[in-house]
């Protein structure tokens, strides 16, 4: 069984992380603020528990994820961690006055640009926020509305950086299984990550998406794991991927906890392991605000899930079958 802090070979770059990561899309106040004082005591506890994989994008807060976050780390050994970061937005001095989900906003505006000098804009810029001299993954963010020029022009910069030496992986980040199967067939990326499609209540992935990643040695991250909270708590107004679920996600939701139950185990320990099921999905990463969701997450990575359960939802129809060539 896997543990949190067990360090995992990711992408092809020589790079490790733990097999839980953090996600810290929450620390640029996503949908709710986050006091500094949190943000240091989450990170001080990652590291003291092991965890050695961070995620973050300029797009968090308009930056203040990276400020945050760098500000965390800057006090370790930079060989005790792990980071990524995305490219695909530069921020442009000035408040945004679009719709944001995020609260905790630095005084930017995210404009999407994935033109081969606007990542190398983006990348300098997140150094600078981070304090730090470098930055091991770079993802490109995102590119769902602009994908032709993500592939011709943004993919070709980042693997000159790759060649360069400035960045040991590169790779895509995106909510849409399709994307992440294209950028695996049309370019030689070494990570992906998929957010929400390979889960116990979404897995399109395992279509296109993961067979190719498998096949081509492409390094998968988990993520969005509860779908965006209605797997662990599958109550009216709870939400499936940022939006309010519906009837059939609730119910399908709730007749999932129903099969879990005879196990003992909680729905949050089901949905964290789901995704290292497969064999080309190497961690997970999930975003934390505090401490203590930390570590009720590493406490529910590290609980035992037995064979059965997984063949139980198996049986009932609940979650599709394995079928790895």
Avoid: C
């Avoid at 360069?164 to 067939?185: M, Q």
């Avoid at 609730?250 to 099969?259: D, F, G, P, V």
Wanted: charged letters at 20%; hydrophobic letters at 40%; proline letters at 6%.
């Amino acid at each position: 069984m896997v543990q949190h802090s067990e360090q995992v070979s990711f992408g092809r770059g020589g790079l490790t992380v733990s097999s839980l990561g953090v996600g810290t899309a929450p620390l640029g106040g996503l949908f709710s603020s986050v006091a500094d004082s949190d943000v240091d005591e989450l990170i001080a506890l990652a590291l003291e528990r092991g965890l050695s994989y961070f995620d973050t994008a300029p797009f968090y807060g308009s930056g203040s994820s990276e400020r945050r976050i760098g500000k965390g780390l800057r006090k370790v050994p930079r060989s005790t961690f792990t980071i990524s970061t995305k490219v695909g937005r530069v921020l442009i001095p000035g408040a945004s006055t679009e719709p944001n989900e995020y609260v905790d906003l630095d005084p930017f505006t995210p404009v999407f640009d994935y033109t081969a000098s606007g990542i190398r804009r983006s990348f300098e810029s997140s150094l600078e926020r981070l304090g730090l001299d470098s930055v091991d993954i770079l993802y490109i963010h995102d590119p769902d509305d602009h994908l032709d020029q993500a592939i011709s022009e943004a993919y070709p910069e980042l693997d000159k950086m790759r060649q360069e030496g400035l960045v040991a992986s590169i790779g895509v980040g995106t909510n849409i299984a399709d994307i992440g199967t294209r950028f695996v067939r049309e370019t030689d990326i070494d990570v992906a990550l998929v957010a929400g499609r390979y889960t116990v209540l979404d897995q399109i992935g395992l279509a296109e998406f993961l067979p190719e990643a498998h096949r081509r040695n492409v390094s998968v991250l988990g993520a969005g794991v509860f779908n965006s909270g209605v797997f662990v708590n599958p109550v009216e107004g709870a939400t499936y991927n940022y939006a309010p679920a519906s009837p059939e996600i609730l119910q399908k939701t709730r007749a999932i906890h129903e099969a879990i139950a005879p196990f003992g185990v909680s729905a949050a320990t089901v949905g964290l392991q789901f995704p290292l099921r497969h064999p080309a999905v190497k961690a997970v990463v999930t975003g934390v605000r505090t401490a203590a969701e930390l570590q009720s997450n590493i406490n529910d990575f590290d609980a035992e899930v037995p064979s059965e359960l997984w063949e139980s939802l198996e049986s009932k129809g609940l979650i599709e079958p394995l079928d790895i060539p």
